[in-house]
């Protein structure tokens, strides 16, 4: 194959006969024993064929556009005026011309990034064509009059998640680098991916599991999570590590940091350079940070109560056993701030004052308006969900991850698609990715409240929806100083939803809002000379007024946080060493909870 009349031709290289055969009778092997597995696994099973609901919000889409037979032709007369334009600028290309593309991929998208797609008539016109395809399908479905604001939301979600999927990038006839790569390596490359597919089915046991990074390249608390420190506590949920100070002065008042438990917590700890948690330390925080269990059926009765009890509530109590001090600065992360948020409208109604500053980074308390998560919330799903949950008691990592891959497709599923198994090339070593695919599990009990109460019903910023631990909650009445970060492209924690706590809390409140998204956006050392944030003193009932008047900073937003942390008080005291109050070590960190897999 040439990838033009310009270029060299690519050298076609012969199979290997041999490999072939070695190869095809390892998939046979191997691909008996995964199906029969996955069969034992599903016998006497009775899922729900559909569900996530797809087929009734498809099937409403379709009778309303049949109301409105006009509004369809005139979409689809569109469509094909475009589709005649690019097949007459296609045959004006292959007589030497040299006219304007039809469309035009987004600037970020890094599918047609191989130059093949461009200089090559064909593969020009397969882009093309491709393009204006996707386009008329989002343009149909957003054109939809008369759905249910949740049904369209679920509709325009599973029409990008096919419009991705039918991406010429992701078969081999239309992709012009694994074509070239199958010629040049005589379709080794083909046999390797099938190789690797069938590796990561048997990691699924059955389904598919893709392995996005070499995760042989890492080992908890060897090369990722090694900031020095000790377990000076543990209980049913959580082990509390106590960093190591690295100054010989620390501030007075200790930091704790609550991680959200769908993760693990060393995302803040993942290599020295990008660490959060070793910047902490050596700005001279005494760092304690929760470390949640990756709970089994035996914690399926655990609740979100629970976790605040066992979290948050005992933290505080060992934090004061080990330091001395009664007061805390406290950071929650995600989900970790939705607790927090939590525990604080609970103390609040006990008088307990020993939190003394909050820190919420990329955290939800309003979830009216979700993102795109909320796709996954609607009584048929979240129904099928606990009748899964019911029969584990929990629910599993895998399940937990593929949803949120399936909010970045492009990305962090079919990108690897191409990579591992038609270019049959082996994934990077990247951290980041193996912290992403160490996936944890849900108690049952607490994730059912969790997605019913505030993913679908919205109550926690109801006054007094929700009662914890015999208290009703009411967020009003949270009055500590507040600094809640959140990113730009968050598709987890939107920003605009994030925002609307600063509305809700009656305390000083400071928002920052960094660029990227949910985790590089706030995994970003000042060092590393990455992302812009903004930041506006003045909070206005709505998000978008917030932005207009906010300026833009370059580089990372840590050191705005340490100066807002600090200047709450900066009373410092000599460094207090791990084990050495009235908590004793228990283990090094990171401990032992946190090196528990979900497929342990």
Not at 198 to 213: A, F, N, V, Y
Not at 358 to 364: D, I, K, N, R
Request: aromatic share 10%.
């Amino acid at each position: 194959m040439a990838d033009n009349n310009d270029r060299t031709p690519t050298a076609f290289r012969l199979p290997d006969p041999a490999l072939v055969s070695r190869t095809m009778a390892d998939v046979a092997e191997r691909g008996q024993r995964i199906v029969a597995d996955f069969l034992k696994r599903q016998a006497g099973s009775t899922a729900d064929p559909d569900p996530l609901n797809i087929g009734n919000a498809f099937l409403e889409m379709t009778t309303r556009l049949m109301a409105n037979p006009a509004r369809l032709v005139q979409a689809q007369l569109g469509f094909w005026h475009d589709y005649l334009t690019l097949w007459q600028n296609t045959a004006r290309r292959m007589m030497g011309e040299d006219p304007t593309p039809v469309i035009a991929e987004d600037q970020k998208d890094r599918r047609f990034k191989d130059d093949a797609w461009r200089e090559h008539e064909v593969f020009d016109f397969i882009r093309q064509s491709y393009l204006l395809s996707a386009r008329y399908f989002r343009h149909v479905v957003e054109g939809t009059e008369g759905l249910e604001p949740k049904t369209a939301q679920k509709v325009d979600f599973y029409t990008r998640q096919f419009v991705d999927a039918m991406s010429p990038t992701n078969f081999l006839m239309t992709n012009p680098e694994v074509l070239r790569r199958t010629a040049e390596t005589g379709g080794e490359n083909l046999l390797r991916g099938l190789s690797n597919l069938l590796g990561d089915l048997e990691r699924g046991r059955g389904q598919l599991k893709i392995r996005m990074t070499d995760d042989t390249k890492f080992k908890v608390g060897e090369n990722i999570a090694v900031t020095p420190g000790k377990v000076v506590f543990q209980n049913d949920l959580m082990q509390l590590i106590q960093y190591a100070p690295t100054t010989e002065k620390v501030l007075k008042r200790p930091l704790l940091i609550i991680p959200p438990w769908i993760n693990k917590f060393y995302i803040l700890d993942l290599r020295p350079k990008n660490s959060f948690i070793r910047w902490a330390v050596e700005q001279g925080h005494t760092v304690f940070v929760v470390s949640w269990v990756n709970p089994d059926s035996k914690l399926a009765e655990k609740g979100f109560e629970d976790y605040m009890r066992e979290g948050p509530y005992a933290a505080l109590d060992a934090i004061e056993a080990a330091t001395g001090e009664k007061g805390a600065n406290v950071i929650g992360y995600c989900l970790g701030g939705t607790l927090l948020a939590s525990t604080l409208a609970h103390m609040a109604a006990k008088k307990d004052t020993r939190v003394k500053s909050a820190t919420f980074f990329t955290t939800m308390v309003d979830f009216e308006e979700a993102g795109e998560l909320g796709v996954f919330i609607d009584e048929e799903q979240l129904a099928a969900l606990e009748e899964k949950m019911q029969k584990r008691g929990f629910l599993e990592g895998q399940e937990m991850a593929t949803t949120f891959n399936m909010l970045r497709a492009n990305d962090l599923i079919w990108s690897f698609v191409v990579n591992n198994y038609l270019m049959g090339q082996e994934p990077f070593p990247f951290d980041l990715l193996y912290w992403n695919d160490d996936s944890t599990r849900m108690p049952a009990k607490m994730h059912s409240f969790y997605l019913r109460r505030m993913y679908q019903q919205n109550d926690l910023v109801k006054p007094g929806a929700i009662e914890l631990d015999g208290v009703k909650l009411d967020l009003r009445k949270i009055k500590v100083p507040a600094y809640i970060l959140s990113t730009r492209e968050d598709h987890i924690a939107p920003w605009i939803s994030t925002y609307r706590a600063t509305q809700i809390y009656k305390g000083p409140v400071r928002f920052v809002l960094a660029a990227s998204g949910h985790i590089a956006g706030v995994a970003n050392p000042p060092d590393a000379g990455k992302y812009s944030h903004w930041i506006n003193d003045e909070q206005p009932p709505e998000a978008e007024a917030w932005f207009k008047g906010a300026t833009e900073l370059a580089g990372s937003w840590w050191p705005d946080w340490h100066r807002w942390v600090s200047g709450l008080d900066k009373a410092m005291v000599p460094a207090r060493i791990p084990g050495e109050g009235r908590l004793p070590a228990i283990e090094d960190a990171p401990g032992s909870y946190v090196k528990v897999m979900a497929t342990d």
